[in-house]
């Protein structure tokens, strides 16, 4: 039996939404999740900020790999990076007592022999709750605390240290504004 489908534009672009949700869908999938405090390891630290970690999964003696057979076409390089939700006392850059317990781990990740030779950016962010202005300047001063606290109390090389404000421009949530992972720290490998 042959069956002939006859596209219509109104077909056509509902197809189309369909492609590009997807696409969104697979995009999401590889997003990588916000660590809370509690969570935070040096090995989950280690992993994700390590530039040639692979996404393979081992299962039962098995090895699902995500590698590209010979002669694909090279995939984007990944980004190395951790998003973190760091606490800070309220409207501040002051950091809590459990933020600082996070940070001691993140630190011994990065003093560990397989991120050594790497720099790092400090990136903060913030939900849109006040201005733009007030929510660029308290991203700044909370990168600037992180960074300030790995290398006074934790003896990280400040050389190894940037610190970068992003604002409230690069939200994770945007169905919900004000969501905790808006407000957060993201370290980022710097590959120079």
């Known amino acids: 039996m042959l069956r002939l489908f006859v596209f219509r534009p109104h077909a056509r672009r509902v197809a189309t939404g369909v492609a590009l949700s997807l696409a969104a869908l697979a995009s999401l999938a590889h997003a ?28 039962r003696g098995f090895v699902l790999s995500n590698k590209k057979p010979a002669g694909a076409p090279a995939a984007p390089a990944r980004t190395a990076s951790a ?49 733009t202005d007030a929510n660029m300047r308290l991203s700044k001063d909370r990168a600037a605390a992180v960074v300030d606290y790995l290398t006074s109390h934790d003896g990280i090389a400040p050389e190894r240290l940037s610190s970068v404000g992003k604002g409230s421009s690069e939200p994770l949530n945007l169905r919900v504004p004000t969501a905790p992972e808006n407000r957060r720290v993201t370290i980022v490998t710097v590959n120079e």
């Open 32 to 59: 990588q999740p916000v660590m809370k405090e509690q969570d935070i390891d040096e090995q989950s630290v280690t992993r994700a900020l390590t530039p040639d970690a692979t996404d393979d999964v081992v299962t």
């Open 83 to 131: 998003s973190m939700l760091i606490t800070f006392a309220s409207n501040s850059s002051t950091l809590t007592p459990t933020a600082m317990s996070a940070l001691d781990k993140v630190a011994h990740a990065l003093q560990s022999e397989q991120l050594a030779a790497y720099k790092f950016r400090v990136e903060g962010h913030a939900d849109p709750s006040g201005s």
